[in-house]
């Protein structure tokens, strides 16, 4: 078998709600997608779901006439190509893109779910609740995490970062909506990069006063190791980070130095190819993973294999529109289907509505960094955020 | 015995070439005399510092006078050699900025600075009262700093005060404090905690005793705020172990001892190190235009009295607690030579060192 060409679509889509973390409080209603497949000689494709990037057209020779089974050693000829620039910026997100194409179709080639393909035991992952949801009211807030709580999910990830009395009622908030899932729901939160290492320890140890965190994440630089460290050593929750760096070799310094309790992983780490290597390297240093939020939950397929995952975040915007997927949610789990592959196809005549009348709506991904971050808080303005504040 | 004289003479060294030494003498009443040669450009800071420390004194008690000169040493900065650098790089850049016709934050390629501000309390110069009035005033900071002292339910009703004077401007105020290098690590530990379960402390300065950044560290690792240092060390590389070993988490520039090349250089430093950097307060406020191009700028303290209060006028102001640069070309600070108040401009005749 061997790889004859791709198709590459781009579109935009309009969420069911806005999301936002502290970054950008009022939150985005757009986000791009991308839909990369390639193609074999046998009328078989393989499947890939994104955000943007492009480059596909520089990197396809590379893989031109190969045999897609062969997927780990593509990874690793695209990579050596890359080299200089490294597993860098829009040549990173092709080779990631082109990764889990190449693994939907392997498993698509043996028949197989890629959570079978991969080892996993079940089709099933543990979800976390994350709402994304600065930008949400503190009712809709309540009914975003109630809704999840009734899907049996017991844990969430509320964002917060600029108001801490208002985030501590907000915690409060998460934490009922998931009580009727468990007596005792898991609790973490999410600043993004807004603080300072010692912003964190001050923010994180108050709130600690009045609730048990799970895990903070991000609460430095993704790349300042001894930042990172020094907030997990001073307070109780675990430090969770990397959502955001490129590759294994990003997390190097970070698991060497102590400096992370929790790696988030996903795609963008390099493909499904990288993000198992993120996480085999934590499993050595005795570390949790966790799966980062995707279109249609599809790298729960990875997750479902994967030796030390506690816990896949599901956000559900609305993001599948112009998509059909064999997986739902249940008692608290991803419940992945038999359909092989990562169990996903394309709504071509949604696709092509989207593409011919693309959605109109407030902001653009990504979020850009807020003024003051790793500094100084700048406060929330009036009309920022829907809901109340301290500064009003 | 008593030291009665001192003097400083620059001398030519016809066998050694051309250049010039300094002959320092220290005559004392029982006529004797001492001598030592020093660079001649030291000169200047030799008679001062003899003055200031030897005159009238026993001269045996050498080991007073090493002690007291280094004391002043620490609150004064490395040396005059260093603070005269700092000095004479501001007013080059002031110069440099106004021959392009362009404010200083423009002249460094930044846009108009717009600086989170703070104001200070040092025990010795402003009575309390009056500093609460300031800070409650129309600066309109979100920030204040208090000097602390030895009694610890002083020191947390000032803060207390502090806290309420800034509630019309922030209800999450940032809190700072000032521990003037008095504590061992573990009194530092003891009485920031005691204040940490009552105060969200924004950082605290003087921690350790100068130059103990091992005991630092210490500190940082045990207590919720920030450790802030770096305020009294006068070069870049006497910040390396403080870099290295993790003892600050906001680093203090002074421009008293960087001028403005120095403090660039240092906050790039510091950002590489994802450090945040704070100003400390020069003459005028012109550190607010630093603020305009360094990447992890976090806070500049304010200098009192503001602006027309003294004979050194500036263009900088504030509003809502930040600090603004104006439009005029240099740092914006001018300097009223008929100033009506006490001020009065003691002529000295020019020295030139070579």
């Known amino acids: ?392 | 015995m008593k030291i009665t004289g001192i003097t400083a003479t620059l001398f030519r060294d016809s066998l050694l070439g051309p250049a010039r030494g300094c002959l320092v003498e220290l005559t004392a009443d029982a006529g004797l005399c001492g001598i030592a040669i020093a660079s001649p450009w030291a000169r200047p800071a030799i008679l001062a510092l003899g003055k200031d420390l030897l005159l009238g004194e026993d001269p045996r008690s050498i080991a007073g006078f090493w002690q007291r000169a280094g004391q002043l040493m620490t609150s004064h900065g490395d040396a005059a050699l260093g603070h005269a650098r700092a000095v004479l790089d501001v007013a080059a850049w002031d110069l440099k900025a106004k021959a392009q016709s362009e404010p200083l934050w423009k002249a460094l390629g930044g846009g108009r600075p717009r600086a989170n501000a703070y104001l200070s309390w040092l025990d010795a110069d402003e009575d309390f009262a009056s500093f609460l009035a300031r800070v409650s005033g129309s600066y309109g900071t979100r920030g204040g700093k208090l000097s602390i002292g030895s009694d610890p339910e002083l020191n947390r009703q000032r803060l207390d005060f502090l806290r309420r004077a800034l509630e019309p401007h922030t209800h999450e105020p940032q809190l700072m404090i000032d521990a003037g290098g008095r504590w061992r690590p573990k009194d530092a530990i003891r009485q920031i905690r005691a204040l940490e379960s009552e105060f969200d402390l924004t950082w605290v300065q003087g921690v350790s005793e100068c130059g103990d950044f091992l005991g630092s560290r210490r500190v940082s690792d045990s207590i919720r705020a920030a450790v802030c240092a770096g305020g009294d060390l006068s070069s870049l590389n006497a910040f390396l172990p403080w870099f290295h070993h993790q003892a600050a988490n906001v680093i203090e520039i002074d421009m008293h001892h960087f001028g403005v090349t120095g403090a660039l250089q240092l906050a790039d430093a510091a950002f590489g190190y994802e450090l945040p950097v704070t100003l400390t307060a020069a003459p005028g406020n012109i550190h607010v235009h630093l603020a305009a191009v360094m990447p992890s700028f976090m806070s500049m303290e304010v200098t009192p009295p503001e602006s027309g209060d003294g004979p050194v006028n500036s263009e900088v102001r504030f509003e809502s607690g930040w600090g603004i640069a104006g439009d005029a070309p240099g740092t914006g600070m001018t300097f009223n030579r008929k100033f009506p108040g006490n001020v009065t401009l003691e002529p000295v005749k020019d020295m030139k060192m070579t």
């Open chain 1, 1 to 392: 078998m061997k790889i004859t060409g791709y198709r590459y679509e781009t579109y935009m889509m309009k969420l069911d709600r806005p999301i936002a973390d502290c970054n950008l409080p009022e939150g985005v209603e757009l986000l791009p997608g991308s839909i990369l497949t390639i193609e074999t000689d046998e009328n078989i494709t393989g499947l890939s779901l994104g955000f943007g990037g492009g480059g596909i057209e520089s990197l396809f020779p590379l893989i031109e006439g190969e045999d897609p089974r062969e997927v780990t050693r593509l990874w690793m000829k695209i990579v050596d190509h890359i080299h200089k620039g490294g597993n860098e910026g829009a040549a990173n997100y092709t080779l990631g893109a082109i990764d889990i194409a190449l693994w939907d179709l392997k498993a698509k080639i043996a028949g197989q779910p890629l959570w079978r393909l991969l080892g996993a035991a079940h089709g099933r992952v543990k979800a976390y609740a994350s709402g994304l949801d600065y930008c949400l009211s503190d009712e809709d807030l309540f009914t975003f995490y109630r809704r999840m709580a009734d899907v049996g999910i017991d844990a969430g990830k509320l964002k917060v970062g600029l108001d801490l009395k208002a985030d501590m009622r907000r915690i409060g908030i998460m934490q009922d909506a998931l009580s009727t899932a468990s007596k005792k729901p898991v609790l973490t939160i999410d600043a993004n990069e807004y603080w300072s290492p010692k912003q964190a320890v001050r923010y994180v140890r108050q709130m600690e006063e009045k609730f048990d965190l799970a895990w903070v994440e991000e609460p430095a630089r993704r790349w300042d190791y001894r930042g990172l460290r020094l907030v997990s050593q001073q307070v109780s929750a675990a430090v969770a980070t990397g959502e955001n760096v490129n590759s294994v070799a990003d997390f190097y310094a970070l698991v060497a130095n102590q400096a992370v309790d929790v790696l988030n992983v996903a795609a963008g780490h390099s493909g499904v190819t990288g993000c198992r290597q993120v996480a085999n390297l934590a499993q050595a240093y005795s570390l949790p993973v966790s799966m980062m939020n995707c279109q249609a939950n599809f790298m729960a397929h990875v997750a479902a294999a994967l030796p030390n995952h506690i816990g896949m975040e599901v956000v559900d915007p609305g993001r599948e529109q112009c998509l059909k997927f064999d997986n739902h949610i249940e008692d608290g789990y991803i419940v992945l289907g038999n359909e092989p592959g990562f169990g996903i196809s394309v709504d071509e005549v949604a696709l092509a509505e989207l593409q011919a009348n693309p959605p109109k709506g407030r902001g653009t991904f990504p979020l850009s960094r807020r003024a003051g971050a790793g500094r100084y808080i700048v406060p929330l303005r009036p009309g920022e955020v829907p809901w109340r504040h301290s500064s009003e």
